[in-house]
């Protein structure tokens, strides 16, 4: 488990919360009350066209600020030929009210799972 500093999507935050990393997740998952709270307004099926007017959607781990622009938190997918959008975060009550962050977040930084310290390392992931 680690903590999470903050949470922020535009100009809504939510603070002291906890986290784990998941590589078998697809999205980001959060407690419903704040995942509700910070995409209003975005929708769980944005409009494509509208992507670049969202905020980025930063978390804030070990003081750390690590920052997802909209193309990386909405997915874009082709059902029958047609392209639309899905919102990649997920609204989930957990036990203690964690986040999870999936594939979503993973994409964009390179993790390191350091089993025999129980630690969790985070670097910018390069494009190629």
């Known amino acids: 488990m680690i903590a999470v500093d903050k949470v922020q999507l535009g100009s809504n935050s939510f603070s002291n919360l906890k986290g784990v ?3 078998g997740t697809s999205v980001i998952v959060g407690p419903s009350s704040v ?6 307004g975005i929708g769980s099926q944005p409009d ?5 007017t969202f905020p980025n959607f930063v978390f804030t781990i070990g003081g750390h600020e ?3 622009t909209p193309d990386q938190y909405i997915l874009k997918i082709t059902v029958a030929g047609k392209s639309q959008c899905q919102l990649g975060v997920m609204a989930l009550d957990t036990p203690e009210n964690v986040f999870i962050l999936g594939d979503s977040f993973i994409k964009a930084y390179y993790t390191h799972f350091d089993v025999a310290n129980r630690r969790v390392g985070f670097a910018k992931a390069v494009q190629v």
């Open 66 to 68: 690590y920052s997802l």
């Open 21 to 23: 990393v998941d590589s």
């Open 48 to 52: 494509c066209d509208k992507i670049s």
């Open 35 to 40: 995942v509700n709270s910070l995409t209003k």
